[in-house]
Structure formats: structure tokens, C-alpha cells
């Protein structure tokens, strides 16, 4: 092999590098006449968080369902790996490697923490028809899968019901690892959870990112955001109000943005008329233009 061709294979391997695994370009959808989602573009990349922030009704989770394969895009490009997709059930999206991490997690309560581990894809041995659940290796592999990711339980006979909720995130992060993900989309994980359970889900979501996994971090909390994230989107009534990469972008001035700050900001002198209303620490409109880079380009 020539230089030439070593220095063309480098580039080749350096622009799939670059490649978001998932990408959204001026992305939206329509549900008859009211426009949900508008104009969002959002790039995943493998070892990466993105963080999607938003307050009720903002849109996060259209966008949820848009990436997960529950509903189709309306207007824009959605697409994996470079490829234009349109997926019509969430199957196809975790065909394509994309798993949902919903807040209700979608575990039975009573079953054992193995058997919800594989919960639909149940391990099989025996020659059809009597072929049965294989119990020993379903309970030897989710006990080293959770492990591999920190998890260590000491009992996996326990109903996953009597697991604290950050422990149940944790083990729903694990099972998608297992069963190939590579973009995890996790919709408000911590939204339930007191301060030291929010620490333990964090912790794993950067184990994932670790692992190569790209994330997609719903929140509305900010300071759980900052933690582990490395691109931060904030949506706002459907549109993207913010995109910039971490080193862009303070935790005082990503707060602000979620928390409204540009619309305060805006009323500033209006609300100072306003009886016991302080608005010394309210930030000044010109002080809230933060980078609205290409999410494309932000999270290379």
C-alpha cells in the first residue's frame, strides 16, 4: 500500500469518525394544524452526551418519538449513521442500534431482576418443540453485564420492584447495552430521584459514554445536565433555542436559558415597576446570546 493510499484511508477512517451516529437537520412535526416540533437540528456522535433541555411542552418528547420510531418526521432529514431513514416502529429504530430508556422503564415490578433483564428475549435451550428457558446462563450473563457496567446486586432472584429507582435505571441502561445499542436515548431519568440516586444514574450514564455509546440526555434539570454532558440543545415551544458545546456555555447562562431567562430578560424594565420584585440578578438580553453553533459541528 502506498502513502497515498494509507493517507487516504486515514481520512476516510477521520471523516467516519466525524459522522453522527444519529442526526437531526431542521427536523419537525405536524400534527394536523399545530407544528409540535420545527426546524431541529441535533447531532449524536459515539463517546458523546447530548443533552436535550426543555421545559413542559417544549417538544422533547416529540423528539423522543422521532429518533425512538414512534412517530415520523414531518419536514427536515432525519439521519443514521449518514443515511436517510424514516422508521415506522420502534423495531427498526432498534434494529439500527437506537434504544429508549422511557421513565417508566417498562419492567414488571415482580419479576426477578434477570428475567426483566431479558425481558422479550429470553435466552432458549432444547431441540423445538421443547425448547425452554435457559435460567442459568440468562442469570450468569446479566449478572456480568451489570457488573461490566459497575452494577453489582447481590441478589438477582429479587423482585426489580424492590430495587430503588436509580438502581432500575441503571439495570434499563445495562439491558440496552447488552443488546447492542449504540445511541441510548434516555428520557428524564433522574426526574423521580432524590440527589444521591440522581448521582448513581449519572455515574452510569457517563459509564456508557465511556463505552463508546452515544447519549441522549432529556432533561429539565440543568445541573444534572452540566455534570456529564458534552453538547447542550435547549428547546423552547418547539424550536431550538440553544445549541453549544460545553465549552461554550456556563452552568449560569444554560440555567438562564432553560429557566427563561431571554423572556425575563426581555421584561426586565417592565417587572422592575412591579412591586417586591427583584430584578437585580435577572440577566441582561445581551448577555443571553449564546453560540447557536450546527450541532453537527459542535459535537466533532
Given at each position: 500500500m502506498t502513502t497515498a493510499d494509507t493517507g487516504k484511508n486515514n481520512d476516510q477512517a477521520a471523516?467516519?469518525?466525524?459522522?453522527?451516529?444519529?442526526e437531526l437537520r431542521g427536523t419537525g412535526k405536524s400534527y394536523g394544524n399545530i407544528r409540535a416540533l420545527h426546524g431541529v437540528d441535533l447531532a449524536v456522535h459515539?463517546?458523546?452526551?447530548?443533552?436535550?433541555?426543555?421545559?413542559?411542552?417544549?417538544?422533547?418528547?416529540?423528539?423522543?418519538?422521532?429518533?425512538?420510531?414512534?412517530?415520523?418526521?414531518?419536514?427536515?432529514?432525519?439521519?443514521?449513521?449518514?443515511?436517510a431513514v424514516r422508521f415506522s416502529t420502534p423495531r427498526e429504530a432498534l434494529d439500527r442500534g437506537i434504544a429508549t430508556v422511557y421513565q417508566d422503564l417498562a419492567t414488571v415490578p415482580l419479576m426477578p431482576v434477570w428475567r426483566n433483564f431479558f425481558l422479550g428475549s429470553e435466552m432458549t435451550?432444547?431441540?423445538?418443540?421443547?425448547?425452554?428457558?435457559?435460567?442459568?446462563?440468562?442469570?450468569?450473563?446479566?449478572?456480568?453485564?451489570?457488573?461490566?457496567?459497575?452494577?453489582?446486586?447481590?441478589?438477582?432472584?429479587?423482585?426489580?420492584?424492590?430495587?430503588?429507582?436509580?438502581?432500575?435505571?441503571?439495570?434499563?441502561?445495562?439491558?440496552?447495552?447488552?443488546?447492542?445499542?449504540?445511541?441510548?436515548?434516555?428520557?428524564?431519568p433522574t426526574a423521580a430521584l432524590g440527589v444521591k440516586q440522581s448521582g448513581v444514574v449519572l455515574k452510569y450514564i457517563a459509564a456508557a459514554r465511556d463505552r463508546g455509546l452515544g447519549v441522549i440526555f432529556i432533561t429539565h434539570n440543568p445541573h444534572h445536565a452540566y455534570m456529564v454532558g458534552d453538547h447542550f440543545n435547549?428547546?423552547?415551544?418547539?424550536?431550538?433555542?440553544?445549541?453549544?458545546?460545553?465549552?461554550?456555555?456556563?452552568?449560569?447562562?444554560?440555567?438562564?436559558?432553560?429557566?427563561?431567562?431571554?423572556?425575563?430578560?426581555?421584561?426586565?424594565?417592565?417587572?422592575?415597576?412591579?412591586?417586591?420584585?427583584?430584578?437585580?440578578?435577572?440577566?441582561?438580553?445581551?448577555?443571553?446570546?449564546?453560540?447557536?453553533?450546527?450541532?453537527?459541528?459542535?459535537?466533532?
Open positions: 471523516a467516519a469518525d466525524r459522522t453522527p451516529v444519529v459515539p463517546g458523546k452526551v447530548t443533552c436535550v433541555l426543555g421545559d413542559n411542552g417544549a417538544g422533547k418528547s416529540t423528539l423522543i418519538k422521532i429518533i425512538s420510531g414512534l412517530h415520523q418526521h414531518t419536514e427536515g432529514e432525519f439521519l443514521v449513521d449518514g443515511e435451550k432444547g431441540p423445538w418443540p421443547v425448547r425452554r428457558l435457559d435460567i442459568a446462563r440468562m442469570k450468569k450473563t446479566a449478572d456480568e453485564e451489570l457488573r461490566n457496567m459497575g452494577i453489582v446486586l447481590d441478589d438477582l432472584e429479587q423482585p426489580i420492584g424492590t430495587l430503588s429507582g436509580g438502581q432500575r435505571q441503571c439495570v434499563a441502561i445495562a439491558r440496552a447495552v447488552y443488546f447492542g445499542a449504540r445511541v441510548l436515548i434516555l428520557d428524564e435547549v428547546l423552547r415551544l418547539g424550536t431550538l433555542e440553544l445549541s453549544a458545546d460545553r465549552s461554550e456555555v456556563s452552568l449560569e447562562e444554560l440555567t438562564n436559558h432553560m429557566a427563561g431567562g431571554a423572556e425575563l430578560a426581555a421584561l426586565k424594565h417592565e417587572l422592575a415597576q412591579v412591586r417586591g420584585v427583584d430584578v437585580e440578578e435577572l440577566p441582561e438580553a445581551k448577555d443571553l446570546q449564546a453560540p447557536m453553533a450546527a450541532s453537527s459541528e459542535g459535537n466533532s
